[in-house]
């Protein structure tokens, strides 16, 4: 029941077009999970990430588990298509990717513009999420498609053309100097 009313007051996220504040922070967001939802739900949603582990890690969650898997699955295609772009191999732990994902991992390594092929990617995560999204809008399922959904629009928002310019450019570097380098974050 609480979940009804903590997601009645949240703004919706729907048609947030780019150039437009975010109607809720993530902090805002973290406070009021706190305030109304019981204590495993505020531990899953502490969990959250666009970024899961490559090793599987159990979430009490429907959502959050395809999420996961889905994220996982295209990290995996990506880096497959990038390794077979540069005739190379890579461990992919015999993951079977559907015809989509192959898809989608093609087509943003061959975007020239890394901005481009974010945004591409961005688009994609997004309709993959809505493809998640609870028919209950008032369940902890629908909480965490919230929480999820803030976390990929605000890291959207973040992008900056030149800081972006500059860390590929590093990276690109350290990999034909054979150094081994992070992204700059």
């Not at 903590?6 to 703004?11: D, K, N, T, V």
């Given at each position: 029941m609480a979940?009804?009313?903590?997601?009645?007051?949240?703004?919706?996220l729907d048609g947030v077009s780019e150039n437009m504040a975010l109607p809720i922070t993530e902090e805002r967001f973290l406070e009021l999970c706190q305030r109304f939802l019981a204590k495993n739900a505020q531990n899953e949603i502490s969990k959250?990430?666009?970024?899961?582990?490559?090793?599987?890690?159990?979430?009490?969650?429907?959502?959050?588990?395809?999420?996961?898997?889905?994220?996982?699955d295209l990290r995996f295609a990506l880096a497959k298509a990038r390794a077979e772009k540069m005739k190379k191999t890579i461990d992919t732990e015999n993951k079977n990717f559907s015809a989509e994902l192959v898809k989608v991992a093609r087509t943003a390594i061959?975007?020239?513009?890394?901005?481009e092929a974010e945004k591409f990617l961005n688009r994609y995560r997004l309709e993959f999420l809505e493809s998640l999204r609870p028919l209950d809008t008032f369940s902890k399922e629908a909480v965490f498609y919230y929480g999820l959904k803030l976390k990929l629009i605000s890291r959207m928002r973040q992008f900056n053309a030149?800081?972006?310019?500059a860390a590929y450019?590093?990276?690109?570097?350290?990999?034909?100097?054979?150094?081994?380098?992070?992204a700059i974050q």
């Open positions: 979940e009804y009313y903590f997601l009645s007051q949240l703004p919706s959250l990430t666009l970024a899961p582990p490559k090793e599987h890690e159990k979430s009490t969650s429907a959502l959050v588990e395809a999420w996961n898997k889905g994220e996982r061959e975007i020239e513009s890394p901005m030149d800081i972006g310019e450019k590093n990276i690109y570097n350290s990999i034909m100097n054979g150094e081994r380098l992070e």
